[in-house]
């Protein structure tokens, strides 16, 4: 193997960069000639990629987003699609990758790998829910994000009497959500893996609030469970008609408790910014082991985070891999949260 390529795919998190630039400079100081792909498997398709030197990531540890850009492509997922990528990598002397995402983008390397292109893999994103990892780059500091965010509006909250109802990107996966709410004290804290009664998990802790002198509340809800409601899971809402959106969660709570309530939906503002140190030094670890192990002439793994400790699995194996929800850790926040 004489040269690497390397290319961030999917939705973008803090500490890519990070990634991309340990996988360069340790890439070089191995003696191999790196190529930055821009662009995700897009750009490998359509062959935008050129050479990368150590000056060319100079810089990028502090910067959020991904210096190499990232797409999404519907044609890598069919066969021909794959059959172009491979054939760029062919034109363009690429003889292993190393990619940055989530569990799409593995699927997207092990495909690459059993055509005959070695691939090892990272997980970049903010929503810590690669199975196989304890951990994503770009988790820590999207959770700063929320918390800061979250401590802002609670000044606000707390100035009007207010309920705000904030709404928590994370797809199906509530772990930002989750260690935001315990972070900033959050009264409810709803995730998409854990079904709730709206009565009992909202409304009657929001009294009980009340009772004990509280005048302001956080409810904090992963955009998930909304996702959730509109495919008719089993979700038990003790109001008028299904709450698939936080204005219709905020709308019920007002009535139920005679609280004012506001929506508030944070966005991709959690994807953006500077990553914290724990996102640049795993990234960097990550990255360094990425380049190592394709130097020992091995692929089709997963570089990940377990106990602390930076280990690889086979990709086919990492995406059977089950990573269970938290519930105790919910219910600690219950218990200390009002």
């Known amino acids: 193997m004489k040269t690497i390529g390397v290319l961030t795919s999917g939705g973008d998190s803090q500490g890519m960069n990070a990634g991309v630039r340990a996988v360069v400079r340790t890439g070089l100081d191995e003696g191999f000639r790196m190529m930055g792909i821009f662009g995700g498997y897009k750009g490998l398709i359509d062959g935008n990629i050129r050479e990368l030197f150590a000056t060319d990531v100079s810089g990028i540890i502090s910067r959020g987003g991904t210096f190499l850009k990232s797409a999404r492509c519907l044609e890598f997922k069919e066969e021909p699609g794959i059959i172009k990528a491979v054939e760029t990598c062919k034109k363009f002397g690429i003889d292993g990758i190393v990619v940055i995402g989530g569990d799409g983008s593995f699927r997207g390397a092990r495909d690459l790998t059993l055509h005959g292109i070695p691939c090892v893999a990272m997980p970049g994103t903010i929503d810590n829910d690669i199975v196989c990892s304890d951990y994503t780059i770009g988790f820590d500091t999207a959770l700063n994000i ?31 959500t989750l260690e935001g ?17 709206f009565q009992k998990d909202v409304i009657d802790r929001i009294e009980e609030g009340k009772r ?34 936080p204005a219709k969660l905020a709308k019920a709570i007002e009535k139920a408790t005679g609280v004012e309530s506001r929506e508030t939906i944070l966005g991709h503002v959690q994807r953006g910014g500077s990553p914290t140190a724990r996102d640049r030094i795993v990234a960097a670890e990550m990255g360094n082991y990425c380049v190592k192990l394709l130097k020992k002439g091995i692929s089709n793994r997963v570089v990940v985070m377990k106990n602390e400790k930076i280990v690889d699995y086979d990709i086919v194996e990492a995406l059977k891999m089950e990573k269970p929800f938290d519930v105790e850790r919910l219910r600690m926040a219950n218990s200390i949260n009002i």
Not at 147 to 176: E, F, P
Not at 181 to 197: H, L, N, S
Not at 216 to 227: A, D, K, L, T, Y
């Open 146 to 176: 929320v918390a800061d965010l979250v401590d802002r509006l609670r000044d606000t909250c707390y100035s009007h009497n207010r309920c705000s109802v904030v709404q928590i990107m994370g797809k199906n996966a509530g772990w930002v």
């Open 212 to 245: 004990l002198g509280k005048d302001s509340f956080i409810v904090m809800v992963s955009e998930g469970v909304f996702f959730n409601v509109k495919s008719n899971k089993n979700y038990q809402y003790v109001v008028d008609n299904d709450i698939d959106s």
């Open 181 to 197: 709410g315990i972070a900033t004290g959050a009264t409810c804290i709803i995730v998409p893996e854990v079904e709730f009664d």
